[in-house]
């Protein structure tokens, strides 16, 4: 059995690993048509920053470790230029020599990846204009920020990587802009959630330039860089960087008759077959289900890339392994902040009709109080309200957000519930986490709205939630409130009932919901009709304009 893979890096690469582990007698073939079998692209921006400041430390493997330790005929600058599904070949050329090739398969592994976005605008081929995708392209920024001297940069994209390169710029001493056509950074995200992210980024000196997309470039008369955007704004530049997105490089595929999905990616089934059974296909190129809502979807993730690389070796060595979805599991960095997320965010379920969820936000610590270093995490949870199943997470803090958004999404795999969290055991040293950690928390909140134990209203339900009752201490109200918010402190409430008719329906909130949860408690034992704020005060203090 001879397997041909086209492309390496992380879906082909796991791809031939795996089935030489499996099958010591197949035949092998590996074509990468860039420099490069193997290198770890999420460690790019981290090496325009001279975080890993040596090139060398980005390349997983080479030609050599391929074909010494896993017999695998590796071939870089090889590009695959056709397939002929009837012939069973593949055939194209050597890039360093222009010599053609032609190669024969049994099975055929398409890891062709994606390519970075470059709309076509104006003056987009000028000079000190970079994607970020390859090792290549790290190396030409590091050079021109070097070689110009370089204080500006525009980075054109608000996601995972605009902000990791907005980050790595910023410790390289460069005054950088975000430039996002979104009205919020983090896309992914909910963009309440996202204003965290946003926060961060302004505390440490970016410029935000939010709901204005990028309509052109030009030379400055400096021999700079001129960024102009839909709303008539310019910026100057030494450098930009577009991080707009990615596209899966489907152009072999096309070609050959492959079925390509609604998204523009490879179409596969779970077994990753194309719709051409000896062909199959992996990673940034690949249509596949998401696990939550269903849909299809475009995931260009390094994770389900190897996975997906594991099973397509499976299934040409025999064996009936099933890609199970993806969920986006993704983290960033932003400076000191962590954010990531996992499952679908609420602007999804709102896009796919789903109606039968409930959110609740809650800002616990990442360990114990009392031991020093506690840092405040904030989460948002997404659950169904029918039976509680966990749908999505968010969230934003230091140290413990990884850990967090990882149990969310091992139990979101297994179709776990908030009454899971409830009652998950986790890991205790007062370091490391709470008696009570955080997830338990979540769980338990979330499990008390479904219960009818906390009436809850969100943020933005402001106004109009009802007779709005801030029930902090005094001091904490006069330093900021809720607009149209009156001051009763939880430890007056029971002494001041008469002032809170029955029939009245009331809104409370604390400082992060826990005094708002006991306030509640009280008011509706007490025969009142009390709902409480989801994170309180922390949360809707960014996003509506406080009184005081």
């Known amino acids: ?239 930009v960087i577009l991080a707009i997105g990615v596209r899966p490089d489907v152009a072999l595929a096309r070609a050959a008759g492959l079925e390509l999905g609604a998204r523009g990616g490879i179409r596969v089934d779970d077994a990753m077959r194309t719709s051409d059974p000896r062909i199959l296909a992996v990673g940034d190129a690949v249509e596949v289900r998401d696990f939550v809502t269903g849909e299809w979807t475009l995931i260009p993730l390094a994770g389900p890339a190897n996975r997906q690389g594991r099973i397509a070796a499976d299934r040409i060595a025999g064996r009936d392994s099933v890609f199970r979805g993806v969920q986006g599991t993704a983290i960033c960095g932003v400076f000191d902040m962590v954010v990531a997320s996992v499952g679908a965010s609420e602007k999804t379920l709102r896009r796919v009709g789903s109606i039968d969820y409930e959110k609740v936000y809650l800002h616990p610590g990442n360990h114990a109080g009392y031991y020093p270093g506690a840092e405040r995490l904030t989460l948002k949870i997404l659950f169904r309200r029918e039976d509680g199943r966990l749908l999505g997470a968010q969230a934003v803090g230091g140290a413990g957000v990884d850990k967090r958004i990882d149990v969310i999404s091992a139990l979101i795999q297994k179709q776990g519930t908030v009454y899971d969290l409830e009652e998950a055991e986790l890991c205790y040293a007062p370091q490391f986490g709470s008696a009570k950690d955080a997830l338990n928390m979540a769980g338990m909140i979330a499990a008390d709205v479904l219960r009818g134990d906390m009436p809850i209203f969100q943020w933005d339900e402001l106004p109009g939630a009802g007779r709005l009752i801030d029930v902090r201490e005094p001091a904490e109200f006069a330093a900021g409130h809720l607009p149209g918010a009156e001051n009763l402190p939880l430890g007056q409430i029971r002494a001041r009932l008469e002032e809170l008719p029955p029939s009245e329906p009331l809104a409370v909130y604390c400082g992060v919901g826990q005094r708002g949860y006991y306030a509640a408690r009280i008011l509706n034992q007490h025969g009142r009709s009390a709902r409480n704020l989801s994170g309180g005060y922390a949360l809707a203090s960014r996003l509506v304009t406080p009184g005081g």
């Open 1 to 239: 059995m001879k397997t041909v893979i086209v492309g390496g890096v992380a879906g082909g690469a796991s791809c031939a690993a795996r089935l030489r582990r499996l099958d010591e007698g197949a035949e092998i073939v590996m074509l990468e048509r860039g420099p490069h079998v193997s290198f770890a692209n999420c460690g790019l921006p981290y090496h325009v920053g001279n975080v890993i400041p040596e090139q060398q430390s980005l390349l997983v493997a080479d030609v050599a470790l391929f074909r010494e330790r896993f017999a695998v005929d590796a071939r870089i600058r090889h590009e695959v230029t056709a397939i002929d599904r009837e012939a069973r070949t593949v055939s194209g050329r050597n890039l360093a020599t222009g010599a053609t090739f032609t190669e024969s398969y049994d099975r055929l592994v398409l890891a062709t990846g994606a390519a970075p976005i470059r709309p076509p605008l104006p003056g987009i081929d000028l000079p000190g204009i970079f994607t970020v995708r390859s090792v290549p392209d790290s190396t030409a920024i590091r050079g021109w920020i070097t070689e110009r001297a370089a204080k500006r940069a525009v980075v054109v994209g608000g996601g995972f990587i605009g902000l990791e390169m907005a980050e790595n710029l910023v410790h390289r001493g460069i005054t950088v802009t975000v430039v996002e056509k979104l009205d919020q950074v983090m896309p992914p995200l909910d963009p309440e959630i996202a204003r965290f992210v946003a926060d961060a980024l302004e505390a440490q000196g970016v410029t935000l330039s939010l709901g204005d997309g990028v309509a052109g470039f030009e030379s400055a008369p400096d021999g700079a860089l001129r960024v102009r955007t839909e709303s008539g704004a310019a910026h100057e530049a030494d450098l």
